[in-house]
Every structure is written in C-alpha cells, then in structure tokens.
C-alpha cells in the first residue's frame, strides 16, 4: 500500500521569465507518521511526476494498472512519483482505502485547497504533471490516448505520452510533447472556507 502523505502548507507560484512555470521544491506536507516530507523535491532523481486523482472518477480508477506499472519501471529509473487526491471532500480514511484496493504503490497526497493543482495547471483526473529539471514543468497532460472522449475508448492506446515524456527524461533528452489534451473528470474548484 502507498505511504499516505497530507498537505498542509506551502506557496507556490509560476512563471520566472520561462516558457514552462517552474513549480518550488518546497512544499512541505506530512505523511500519517507525522514525517515531514517534500515531494517535489527531486534529490538526486531525473524528474517528479504527479498523477491528479479521485477515488471515484472511473477513467482515473481504471488508470490504476497502468499508474502501477509506470512506478514499478520508471521508479529505478531516476522518477519519484506522487498521486494527489484533488477531492476537498476525501477523508484519509478513504484515500487510504482507495489506495488499497488499487495496490497504489507509491506515495498518495491530499490536496482539498489545489495547490498542486493550480500550479501545474491541472483540470481534470486523472492528468499527469512532470517537474524536470530546474523545477521547470516539462510535461501537462494525458497519460496516454485510451480515452479519445467521454464514452469514446480504444482497446488498446496508440500513444503513450506520459511514458514517451518519462523515456526522453531518462534518456536525457526533450520530451517530445510537452502538453497533451486529458480526458477525464473535470476538477471542481474547492468550496470557500465555511460553506
């Protein structure tokens, strides 16, 4: 099962003059142990990449083997990996829950005010977002192309951003595409405080 980690603090902006925002490293959240821990920041790893979630968006959830398979190849490889839970309303018992029944083999954060999310410019789950080097945001989108639109599913899909982003990053090289068109549950802004 996933650690469960639980933001609680940070600031984060954008922009720095470049064509991608570059996302701060110092975003400090804690796990249920109490551990401070700041997921963005990469240490000695190629790339961080994050993976927007519910626990019940059933194009994300059906994302699970794939999310799963992409940790256990790319982890070795020189790539942290992060899901955010988007839903303000989730409860750690159910994220915990959720990680569980889809053998979630990474870290899990909470993010019920879209901190990340509004850093990396994400608007549906799930999305990819990977933070390269410089904190520089080299990759925005689709995990792959399964889903061509609501109720419109290949079998199999023809391309797979998410993994061609994490191929170039490994290899050293420019992602290729470095912003694709998700397809998914849209990403509803947090409720203000006291409603």
Known sequence: MCALIV???GVLGGGCGSSSPRIPPSITLTDLAGTARQPLERGEARAAALIFITTDCPI???????????VSYYSSRGITFSLVHVDPAVTIEQARKHASDFKFTCPVVLDPSHWLVKAVGATVTPEAAVIGKDQELVYLGRIDDRHVDF???RAEP????LQNALDAIVAGTAVPVARTKAVGCFISDPAPAGE
Request: zero cysteines; hydrophobic letters at 30%; glycine letters at 14%.
């Open 151 to 153: 109720g419109q599913k």
């Open 158 to 161: 023809s391309q797979r951003d």
């Open 60 to 70: 994300a959830n059906g994302y699970a083997p794939e999310i799963n398979r992409l």
């Open 7 to 9: 933001l609680f603090g």
